[in-house]
T-cell receptor, first 116, second 112 residues
Framework: AQSVTQLDSQVPVFEEAPVELRCNYS??????LFWYVQYPNQGLQLLLK??????LVKGINGFEAEFNKSQTSFHLRKPSVHISDTAEYFC??????????????FGTGTQLKVEL | DAGVTQSPTHLIKTRGQQVTLRCSPK?????VSWYQQALGQGPQFIFQ???????QRGNFPDRFSGHQFPNYSSELNVNALLLGDSALYLC???????????FGSGTRLTVV
């Protein structure tokens, strides 16, 4: 089974400052990794995903994440945040095999609050 | 191109009642998964449907059941509602492949 740990429940940051949201995973098999964002009263929007290849993944809205297999981490970063980035961010893992039938396992989320 | 559509958006039910939630997947997607997201928590996997069959199930009681139709749309049914079933129910669609899922905006269920 897979599991995800998001180490920070809340991250306050000033506008235009850099931010890192941490995610660690546990799995006995290879995995695919995802970051989703959730704005208040909305569903989940995919920010980026790691399936294979380059360990540095670039996503939407200026976010990027780096897959580190030795540290079993997939931290999300943005060099300069905006007020509009205030939202809940979820890291998720899925068994790394093609084909259907593989569920997403989510972390408990990190609330990013961008302040002026 | 329509994404994942869920209905209704909000619902209030009484304990002991039954509820049906509906989901239309994104065009081109054939797999539908349902997740329950309690307040302040991450989404929890309920089950997944592919080719009109339940393919995988999470740790949810039999009160939670589902169905997938030939057009790939899906329903989630919950019987004998409990106060603890109050949550945001998310539908996600995908294809049988390595990619991620596309989520709908969810149905907010409140049990009173």
């Amino acid at each position: 089974a897979q599991s995800v740990t998001q180490l920070d429940s809340q991250v306050p940051v000033f506008e235009e400052a850099p931010v890192e949201l941490r995610c660690n995973y546990s799995s006995s098999v290879s995995v695919y990794l995802f970051w989703y964002v959730q704005y208040p009263n909305q569903g989940l929007q995919l920010l980026l995903k790691y399936l294979s290849g380059s360990t540095l993944v670039k996503g939407i809205n200026g976010f990027e994440a780096e897959f580190n297999k030795s540290q079993t981490s997939f931290h999300l970063r943005k060099p300069s945040v905006h007020i509009s980035d205030t939202a809940e961010y979820f890291c998720a893992v899925k068994r790394g095999v093609t084909g259907g039938g593989n569920k997403l396992t989510f972390g408990t989320g990190t609330q990013l609050k961008v302040e002026l | 191109d329509a994404g994942v559509t869920q209905s209704p958006t909000h619902l209030i039910k009484t304990r002991g009642q039954q509820v049906t939630l509906r989901c239309s997947p994104k065009s081109g997607h054939d797999t539908v998964s349902w997740y329950q997201q309690a307040l302040g928590q991450g989404p929890q996997f309920i089950f997944q449907y592919y080719e009109e069959e339940e393919r995988q199930r999470g740790n949810f009681p039999d009160r939670f059941s589902g169905h997938q139709f030939p057009n790939y749309s899906s329903e989630l049914n919950v019987n004998a509602l409990l106060l603890g079933d109050s949550a945001l129910y998310l539908c996600a669609s995908s294809t049988a492949g390595a990619g991620g899922y596309t989520f709908g905006s969810g149905t907010r269920l409140t049990v009173v």
